[in-house]
């Protein structure tokens, strides 16, 4: 209904660590049963679009609550897409 609600349509966000590493640049791949929601197996990281100003408003480090219901700690924003940001997040445990 509102076309406020940022999409996570579009390429699948490159990993954090592998965006660091030149030689081990890979994608992250959608989430199974989480709609908007990319991880990265290997490396145990998430992703997934928030409105700017919810992402603006994280840092790293920053809690986070995850797609599951535990408690994530803020990687890094990432890119801007469709009208929102990408922002990384892990399992803080
Ligand atoms: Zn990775």
Request: negative net charge; contains cysteine.
């Amino acid at each position: 209904m509102s076309d406020a609600t940022p999409q996570s349509s579009g390429p699948n966000p490159l990993c954090e660590i592998g965006r660091t590493h030149p030689r081990d640049k890979h994608r992250m791949k959608p989430l199974d049963g989480h709609s908007g929601i990319w991880e990265c197996p290997r490396h145990e990281i998430f992703a997934r679009i928030l409105p700017p100003d919810e992402a603006g408003a994280l840092d790293r480090g920053d809690a986070f609550a995850m797609h599951d219901g535990r408690e994530g700690v803020v990687v890094r924003l990432g890119d801007e897409r469709g009208g929102g940001q990408v922002v990384y997040y892990r399992f803080e445990g």
